[in-house]
């Protein structure tokens, strides 16, 4: 969309009609809104300064993006946001060439954008890098990686600091409290008043001079971190005012060095429901604009839910039992407890590297420490996990949420991997619940683990609804054969795999025998042994990346004992990044719902009857 011919009335037009159609569709789909709500006259006013056909756009996370996506071609396909086969809710190359780099998770947005700058200075172009970042994510390390060599190389590079005073959770920090408060400092607010109460007595020729060291006063104040870090610093300004923005930006943009643009703005903007600190507003499913409700709520409670409530009845009578999260406190199950137990549970912010490292010294002086995270973040911190986890070999627990397909969130936050990169790591032991009742247990047996420890529960309900099969303790390393039939196939399901298993033995007319594995490290490897004697089909069902997964843990087990006559087949993830959709959508693009595991199963049955 042409916009550098609008006059700013008319700027603030489009900006209206962008916030009307995000509404629109996301009260329909599902998706982020008060962030991106928040971001729309900033990136209205990147697109007007700067060209994104050649200057590379930078969004941190990216969930911000969606005005972005409106004035790149995309207004009529913003209908599919989120949809399989539709538009991502994140920044994609693949699917747009405005769009310069695929992002998901926070704080790469700078690093991102000094690599930029340097292949631009070698290739001798006149391209300018522009980032966006939130608060939120100055509170993680990386950043001032990228920043301290910014600062020392001075590539010109424009930062847009997006501070609304919080991320998806209240920002937590040093860092991020000083850019949000500088302003409210008694220092600051005493020098205001006395300006103030000079200003009364004062002709309106000096009142006009003092009103502009007020203002000057306002501009260098909180840019002393970054200016000692070598980098031009701007603002604060109204994130909101598009003829400031624009002004601004093209001061930034002919300074042809390092700036950083501090831009207040309000999340959730233009729509009086979300704006301020509602952090259930941050994501969303279909909701009535009018009332806010939900359209739809789940019958059964959430794995999430399960966790957090068990959690908090262990740490009311234990008081070893602490806990940290990174951002994530109401996504993970913390908020009850970082509410009730201030003291024993942290939000550390996004800095899952340190959230998992600060974890082991309260280990190792007796404490027993959940870190509660997203499968796709606690790949930020993996060799926190190996390094300061593993090696000392300390009670941490890891209560892994997210874990399988997360739908709509795509590529980037589907729980694939967690099995398959922690497994290699001496010391680490992998258990999985297979529904709401087993998870309570396992989050007792982890309690009182006194090793390196992760479960594993997915995204919304289980599969497999409570009481169907016994939930017998956690036992280290020991399996529970849930079903026993004549017939010479196995189906073994580990954590939500069991229920798909189940679902798909309910398909088939066959004596199928079921075994819950509960634990991938270490392996039940006397029952399995036991198994193989018995049955000589195997099917494994996980949610989980096949390469390196649970059927090469059961298939490296045999191949370690020489038991060559069982044909496993695993039903695990194939080796792609998994796509956004719906997640009955996306089960059915990789043939994982209980039919077609059924129909697959009946025609590899049906090839190895004709082979033999």
Do not use: C
């Amino acid at each position: 969309m042409d916009i550098k011919n609008k006059s700013i009335k008319e700027l603030e037009e489009l900006s209206q009609q962008i916030r009307e159609r995000i509404l629109e569709v996301v009260s329909q789909k599902g998706g982020h809104l008060s962030s991106t709500l928040g971001a729309v006259e900033l990136i209205v006013a990147m697109h007007y300064v700067f060209d994104a056909k050649k200057d590379p756009f930078i969004f941190d996370v990216s969930h911000q993006a969606y005005a972005h996506k409106l004035l790149t071609d995309r207004w009529e396909k913003f209908e599919s946001l989120r949809q399989f086969g539709g538009i991502s809710g994140y920044t994609k190359p693949t699917e747009s060439p405005y769009d310069y780099w695929v992002a998901g998770h926070s704080s790469t947005s700078i690093s991102l954008a000094v690599g930029a700058a340097k292949a631009i200075a070698l290739k001798k172009e006149q391209r300018t890098p522009v980032a966006l970042i939130g608060d939120g994510a100055m509170s993680a390390g990386m950043v001032y990686e990228a920043l301290n060599e910014l600062g020392d190389r001075k590539y010109p590079v424009v930062i847009i600091l997006n501070d609304n005073e919080m991320s998806i959770a209240k920002p937590i920090g040093a860092i991020s409290k000083y850019l949000s408060q500088k302003m409210a400092s008694p220092f600051y607010q005493n020098m205001k008043k006395r300006i103030e109460k000079l200003l009364e007595n004062l002709p309106e020729s000096a009142t006009y001079m003092a009103k502009k060291f007020e203002e000057s006063f306002r501009l260098i104040t909180p840019g002393i971190l970054f200016e000692e870090l070598g980098i031009e610093y701007i603002g604060p300004i109204d994130g909101h005012d598009l003829e400031a923005l624009i002004k601004t930006l093209n001061i930034a943009k002919e300074l042809k060095k390092p700036v950083i643009i501090h831009a207040q703005t309000l999340k959730g903007k233009g729509y009086k429901m979300a704006e301020g600190y509602f952090e259930h507003w941050h994501g969303v499913g279909p909701f009535d604009i009018k009332s806010g409700e939900p359209l739809k709520k789940s019958s059964k409670p959430s794995a999430t839910s399960i966790f957090s409530k068990k959690l908090l009845e262990l740490a009311k009578n234990d008081e070893k039992i602490v806990g940290v999260t990174a951002a994530m406190p109401s996504g993970t199950g913390l908020k009850p407890l970082l509410e009730k137990f201030n003291d024993r549970f942290w939000d550390v912010g996004i800095a899952e590297q340190h959230a998992v490292t600060s974890m082991g010294p309260l280990a190792k002086e007796g404490f027993k420490p959940f870190v509660a995270i997203y499968s796709t973040f606690l790949q930020r911190g993996y060799d926190q996990v190996i390094h300061d986890i593993a090696l000392m070999d300390v009670g941490v627990k890891f209560a892994i949420d997210r874990a399988g397909i997360v739908g709509e969130d795509g590529e980037t936050h589907q729980g694939a991997f967690d099995i398959n990169y922690l497994r290699p790591i001496p010391n680490m032991h992998l258990f999985a619940p297979r529904d709401g009742e087993t998870l309570k247990k396992a989050v007792e047996f982890a309690a009182n683990f006194e090793r390196p420890i992760a479960f594993r529960y997915p995204r919304g309900a289980f599969i497999l609804d409570d009481g169907v099969f016994n939930p017998e303790d956690f036992r280290l390393g020991k399996a529970q054969m849930l079903i026993r039939n004549d017939g010479d196939i196995l189906f073994v399901g580990y954590g939500n795999g069991v229920g798909r298993a189940y679902e798909t033995i309910k398909e088939l007319d066959k004596d199928i025998s079921l075994l819950d594995l509960r634990f991938v490290k270490p392996l039940d490897e006397e029952l399995l042994k036991e198994l193989s004697n018995r049955y000589k089909r195997w099917y494994v069902f996980s949610d989980s990346a096949a390469l390196g997964g649970v059927g090469s843990a059961i298939e490296e087990f045999f191949a370690k004992e020489g038991i060559e006559d069982i044909k496993l087949t695993t039903f695990e993830y194939p080796d792609i990044f998994i796509p956004h959709g719906k997640t009955e959508d996306v089960e059915r693009f990789l043939g994982i719902t209980p039919k077609q595991l059924a129909k697959r199963v009946e025609e590899i049955e049906k090839k190895d009857s004709r082979l033999s």
